[in-house]
């Protein structure tokens, strides 16, 4: 066991990745992305599947689904 305690917020891990499943049934791709990412280029206007492109207009983060 690390004796490393980090707080954690939101649902990043140790790393500040989220863990996201796309919500495109047909394809479910599991991706990661980073919180800083996330804030700064992503907002929550605006986020796209990497592997399908699914992308849905006013899309925030809970419609991708904590994997
Ligand atoms: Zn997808």
Not at 21 to 50: A, G, L
């Amino acid at each position: 066991m690390s004796d490393i305690n980090i707080p954690v917020e939101f649902t990043s891990d140790e790393k500040g990745y989220y863990d996201r499943q796309c919500p495109n049934e047909k394809c479910e791709y599991i991706f990661k992305i980073h919180m800083e990412d996330w804030k700064e280029k992503v907002s929550d206007e605006q986020v796209f599947c990497p592997m399908c492109g699914h992308v849905n207009d006013n899309i925030k983060l809970d419609h991708f689904r904590p994997f």
